[in-house]
């Protein structure tokens, strides 16, 4: 076993790009007790792990990690953002095509929110596209119920503060009225719980549909709900800004699954 001085990355990082969950919880299961390393448990996340190093968790093998992936994801309406729900309620993970590797999402979509989430196998893409920092715009298609004027949204634009706390200006453009709701286009870099919907119902309006359409430069485009699909790595490298990985080995496709 190597230790934290030597050459190697940190156990917790290697498990993160080895897709089997982020830092944080990499290093929340190593205090656990979860992980190994040559065949010694670990406490601390302390430590540097190299190529060479015998490396399980929960008894189980982890693998090599392979190069970064990424897919867009249509999530339908009704699914958990969650790995396991304590209420026994569908995930998106239980909704995910056969032949997809372990992946992570980035960021989450409430319950009754559907559209675009971004999945990955790297935990390092997954902290890059969520870090605030990064400023990824996030556009949303948004139906509200009542006939609003353009004018009801500039405390939006402006920037709201809701119960102490802040939310940054949102671009909001007011599409059409249909009947009796309206649709907006709204576009955010923030990823507070419930934004839009609090946001709005700050405002008097309640927010009866809301789909994301696009996550910085991956869009959804015509994907259907349920559905899967992986950016070419040719494409992650230049929008994420990673270094060439090595030449792979053709992948099967994950089966499409139809809702």
Do not use: C
């Not at 205090?31 to 448990?41: L, T």
């Not at 009866?208 to 709900?225: A, E, H, V």
């Amino acid at each position: 076993m190597t230790n934290s001085t030597h050459k190697g990355d940190r156990i917790a990082k290697v498990l993160s790009r080895a897709g089997i969950a982020s830092r944080r919880a990499a290093e929340r299961m190593i205090k656990a007790g979860r992980v190994s390393v040559n065949g010694q448990v670990i406490e601390s996340p302390a430590l540097n792990v190299t190529q060479e190093d015998n490396i399980e968790v929960d008894g189980k093998p982890v693998a090599p990690p392979e190069p970064p992936r990424l897919w867009l994801y249509h999530k339908p309406a009704g699914l958990v953002t969650t790995n396991h729900d304590e209420k026994g309620r569908k995930t998106v993970f239980d909704d995910l095509p056969e032949g997809l590797p372990r992946v992570m999402t980035v960021g989450r979509l409430d319950l009754n929110s559907e559209g675009l989430l971004l999945l990955t196998n790297d935990g390092t893409i997954k902290r890059r596209l969520e870090l605030p920092k990064t400023g990824w715009l996030r556009k949303y298609r948004v139906r509200l119920k009542g006939t609003p004027k353009n004018e009801d949204f500039a405390p939006l634009r402006k920037g709201l503060v809701i119960d102490g706390e802040r939310f940054q200006p949102m671009e909001v453009t007011l599409d059409r009225q249909q009947g009796a709701n309206a649709w907006l286009t709204v576009g955010l870099r923030e990823g507070k719980n419930r934004e839009i919907r609090r946001a709005l119902a700050d405002l008097g309006f309640a927010v009866n549909r809301l789909i994301r359409i696009s996550y910085g430069p991956f869009r959804l485009n015509d994907l259907k709900p349920g559905e899967v699909e992986e950016l070419k790595a040719r494409v992650v490298r230049d929008q994420l800004g990673l270094g060439e990985t090595p030449d792979q080995k053709p992948r099967p496709k994950p089966r499409r699954r139809r809702r």
